[in-house]
């Protein structure tokens, strides 16, 4: 068992107007790519929230992966096209996790 935890990437932003179709319809072959190239990548949830923004959530197997992906992204073609939706950028942040529980049986 490796000592260290998984780590969640939080992602906020807002994307262009009318541009909610492509942003949705674009993220399995975007996420796809992501996992191809950064394979530390073990999760990826896209949420809307209440006042219109969105949250990308990522699950990472290490903060190291989580933090390479978050330099080299923009080196992955899809993951830079799907960028282009997106017109203002909260900013990332990287939360480890020091809990889980799935009803799946997979969390810790």
């Given amino acids: 068992m490796s000592n260290e935890s998984n780590v969640i990437e ?9 541009a909610e179709h492509l942003l949705v319809s674009e993220r399995p072959r975007m996420v796809e790519a992501l996992h191809r190239r950064f394979p530390g990548c073990l999760a990826a949830y896209l949420t809307r929230e209440d006042d219109g ?10 903060r190291a992966e989580a933090e390479e992906a978050a330099r ?7 993951c830079a096209a799907w960028f282009g939706h997106i ?6 942040r990287h939360v480890e996790v ?3 529980w ?4 997979t969390g810790s």
């Fill in 10 to 18: 939080l992602a906020r932003f807002r994307i262009l107007e009318g």
């Fill in 53 to 62: 923004g969105w949250l990308d959530m990522i699950v990472w197997r290490s």
């Fill in 72 to 78: 080299m992204i923009t080196t992955v073609p899809e």
């Fill in 87 to 92: 017109s203002e950028s909260g900013g990332i």
């Fill in 98 to 100: 020091v809990d889980a």
């Fill in 102 to 105: 799935s009803a799946t049986g």
